[in-house]
């Protein structure tokens, strides 16, 4: 069983920063892609950023600029900085990864942190 675990969510004024993290753990041989997703109230999630593992990174149009995703291999961890955050960014925050496991490939979600920005 894999599990993703978020941390770094939290209520920050318009303008501010914030890091969200997502660590993995359990049984699995590789990481194929890593991204970040948020929903916020009344709305369907959408796609931030994404890294496919030995490709490319891509972000949404509405955060180009401002956030930041990276990975540590050894922690087998994800990163989201965002900087200049707007109210519009307000949401619950989803760390997602495809993870290659004993037999098959999973496609795992995290348990999602709250971020609010506060105009």
């Known amino acids: 069983q894999v599990q993703l675990v978020e941390s770094g969510g939290g209520l920050v004024q318009a303008g501010g920063s914030l890091r969200l993290s997502c660590s993995a753990s359990g049984r699995f041989f590789s990481i194929k892609s890593m991204g970040w997703y948020r929903q916020a109230p009344g709305k369907q999630r959408e796609l931030v950023a994404t890294?496919?593992?030995?490709?490319?990174?891509s972000y949404a149009d509405s955060v180009k600029g401002r956030f930041t995703i990276s990975r540590d291999n050894a922690k087998s961890t994800m990163y989201l900085q965002m900087n200049s955050l707007k109210p519009e960014d307000t949401g619950v925050y989803y760390c997602?990864?495809?993870?290659?496991?004993?037999?098959?490939?999973?496609?795992?979600w995290g348990q999602g942190t709250q971020v609010t920005v506060s105009s």
């Open positions: 890294i496919i593992i030995g490709g490319s990174i």
């Open positions: 997602n990864m495809l993870v290659v496991v004993p037999t098959t490939t999973g496609n795992y």
